[in-house]
């Protein structure tokens, strides 16, 4: 399809008189949860929750939750990703994912005064 003079591409797409009638662009699909949110939701809810004690100690109290809750991750079998191919033999292994996003997220707790 090549983009009408009167309708130049946009993003690399033909523009809109060039789709054959009835044709629609497909709608991207729905992000799917990851396994770091399993860590993220938890710092989030902590992180709103005790948001009158101050930025530093509410982020390091959001972290420990992160910390815990990725460790949970341990109970979990893989799905999805690499680790989703080992199926069972994944079980009482912590989700890198999460684990790496607790440590950051202590990491940055640690800087703030």
Do not use: K, N, Q, Y
Request: net charge positive; aromatic share 4%.
């Amino acid at each position: 399809m090549r983009p009408s003079p009167a309708r130049p591409a946009i993003h690399g797409r033909p523009g809109p008189r060039c789709s054959p009638p009835g044709w629609r662009w497909p709608t991207p699909r729905a992000a799917r949860p990851a396994r770091c949110t399993d860590a993220l939701d938890p710092f989030r809810r902590e992180l709103r929750a005790r948001a009158a004690d101050g930025l530093p100690t509410a982020w390091r109290t959001a972290a420990e939750a992160a910390t815990r809750a990725a460790a949970d991750t341990a109970r979990l079998i893989p799905t999805r990703g690499r680790e989703a191919r080992r199926g069972a033999l994944g079980h009482g292994h912590p989700d890198a994912g999460a684990v790496s996003l607790a440590l950051l997220l202590t990491a940055i707790g640690g800087t703030l005064r």
